[in-house]
């Protein structure tokens, strides 16, 4: 190590879990503590501070709001891949195929990935429907993506990947992709298109109206505690259209939130067609 490490008591791991966990839901347990070190030490650091209680005076007595985004994106754990957790896209490409046999060509059909880190998950969703149906080109098909973490949201709006990523997938799902001529895998246009990435805390206000035909928010949940899941959960049961589908993490379930929709398969829940849902949508 070529810096000296800044040591954090358990007065500071504790003003930091509190303030994570009002701004961001985000429930930090006692195991995550050599990550808080090492993820916050590099801005204490940074920003000349000395010590984590100097750093969590700055936010709480009128840092400015970069830095209190900066304190939350260095928080936030945003591992995700293409093609995570593949049975919920075969899931959605078959709901999608009997909403494209059901409706009139050029309707409206919205996805949303809530908690979609770098953008993998709202590209695989881009990709695999596309792919599975030209069509759609033709309808009016929008993906809403959005994380808490600015950095990874601006990261995923740029669509280029390392060349690692494309690890585990098979011939046919890389052919979706654009290559560089540095290797780096690159989203197409037409997928692009149909994506808009936006900051968007989940434990905040919400500003889009739905109804969404399907939500993906998976391995988001696991770092809320119970409370704050079965409220969100029930929250998105608000904005899905009759029938559509949620789709969570393999580990997570909804709780309390789970009144209005039925477990269809694993980790996928159907909203109920309940009448004043059917009148909004
Ligand atoms: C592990 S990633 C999951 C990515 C993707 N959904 C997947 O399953 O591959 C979890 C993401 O949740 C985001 N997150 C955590 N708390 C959030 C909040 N309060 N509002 C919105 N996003 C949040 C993190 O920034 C992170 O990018």
């Not at 808490?148 to 046919?172: N, W």
Request: overall charge positive.
């Amino acid at each position: 190590m070529d810096q000296a490490e800044i040591l954090l008591s358990d007065r500071e791991f504790t003003r930091i879990k509190r303030r994570v966990y009002e701004v961001a839901g985000i429930s930090l347990s006692d195991a995550k503590r050599t990550l808080v070190v090492s993820r916050l030490s590099k801005i204490v650091r940074a920003m000349e501070l000395g010590s984590f209680d100097a750093y969590m005076d700055h936010l709480e007595r009128g840092g400015s709001s970069r830095d209190g985004q900066n304190f939350i994106n260095a928080l936030t754990t945003n591992l995700t891949r293409f093609y995570r957790e593949d049975h919920h896209f075969a899931h959605l490409r078959s709901y999608v195929g009997e909403l494209i046999a059901a409706k009139p060509r050029g309707s409206r059909l919205r996805i949303w990935s809530a908690g979609c880190s770098t953008g993998q998950e709202p590209y695989t969703i881009g990709m695999d429907l596309l792919a599975a149906f030209p069509e759609l080109r033709r309808w009016d098909l929008k993906i809403l993506a959005t994380d808490i973490d600015t950095a990874v949201i601006a990261r995923a709006a740029q669509g280029i990947y390392p060349e690692s990523e494309a690890q585990g997938l098979s011939t046919e799902r890389l052919r979706a992709f654009e290559r560089g001529s540095d290797g780096t895998l690159r989203i197409p246009d037409a997928v692009r298109e149909l994506i808009s990435f936006k900051p968007l805390n989940l434990i905040g206000p919400w500003p889009m109206k739905g109804p969404f035909d399907a939500i993906f928010c998976r391995n988001v949940a696991i770092y809320f505690d119970k409370p704050t899941q079965g409220e969100m959960f029930g929250r998105f049961n608000k904005l899905l259209a009759p029938n559509g589908f949620l789709y969570i993490g393999h580990s997570e379930n909804l709780g309390a939130g789970g009144d209005g929709y039925r477990l269809v398969g694993k980790t996928i829940y159907q909203s109920k067609a309940i009448a004043s849902k059917r009148e909004a949508a």
